[in-house]
């Protein structure tokens, strides 16, 4: 099964760009990369979805590389309402089993 | 305005004891999902549900038990069994299936577990 990849945790300023990171060297062709976030003591909320152009939204910009191995996700300017547990998963598309699985995601710290 | 319930919000249960958490949705999902996450952790799958009365083991469905009888619900019974329940529950549901906007998961505000 594709797993994904993430940093454990990252540094952002206040109204500064952020890049979160995620490897999935092992994703298939078929396979949607999902973005959620979890703010302290709630459920995760969806972020932002795509299987290989890079896609926009009000929250964040996804950007895939052209292997799909990699992909980013773009915070344009942080707040510090972003500070939050950022997930990067993939949806499986090989089997009707739609099980969605989260590893630790990455840490967002935001410093004003 | 549509969404996941979850219930109680906070729980507390002796050690032995069976507790089930409520998972209630209206936005006439097909998919349901239980995680568990534990302290500075981050989801882990118990169960999952494509279709009423149908569901499948996650990674974790030891010591847990589901029901799907009706699409809108999806409880979750943490039995005895269940060796350290201690955790935060979250619940999720989703549109099943394969496309651009399947599976694209919405959750609960999740439901606090605590055994004394």
């Known amino acids: 099964d594709a797993k994904t990849t993430q940093p454990n945790s990252m540094e952002s300023n206040e109204e500064e760009p952020v890049h979160l990171p995620c490897n999935h060297s092992?994703?298939?062709?078929?396979?949607?990369i999902h973005w959620y976030r979890q703010l302290p003591s709630q459920g995760p909320e969806y972020v932002i979805h795509?299987?290989?152009s890079n896609v926009n939204n009000r929250m964040a910009s996804l950007a895939i590389a052209e292997d799909r191995k990699s992909s980013t996700l773009i915070l344009h300017r942080a707040t510090l309402r972003d500070a939050a547990v950022y997930y990067c998963?993939?949806?499986?598309?090989?089997?009707?089993?739609?099980?969605?699985?989260f590893g630790a995601g990455t840490r967002l710290t935001v410093k004003p | 305005d549509g969404g996941i319930t979850q219930s109680p919000k906070y729980l507390f249960r002796k050690e032995g004891q069976n507790v089930t958490l409520s998972c209630e949705q209206n936005?006439?999902?097909?998919?349901m999902y239980w995680y568990r996450q534990d302290p500075g952790q981050g989801l882990r799958l118990i169960y999952y549900?494509?279709?009423?009365?149908?569901?499948q083991k996650g990674d974790i469905a030891e010591g847990y038990s589901v029901s799907r009888e009706k699409k809108e619900s999806f409880p979750l019974t943490v039995t005895s069994a269940q060796k350290n329940p201690t955790a935060f529950y979250l619940c999720?549901?989703?549109?099943?299936?394969?496309?651009?906007?399947?599976?694209?998961?919405?959750f609960g505000a999740g439901s606090r577990l605590t055994v004394l």
């Open positions: 999720a549901s989703s549109i099943p299936g394969k496309g651009a906007g399947a599976n694209v998961l919405t």
């Open positions: 549900s494509q279709i009423v009365n149908d569901f």
């Open positions: 936005l006439n999902h097909d998919a």
């Open positions: 998963i993939l949806r499986y598309e090989k089997s009707n089993n739609n099980d969605m699985r």
């Open positions: 092992t994703i298939s062709g078929t396979d949607y």
């Open positions: 795509g299987l290989t």
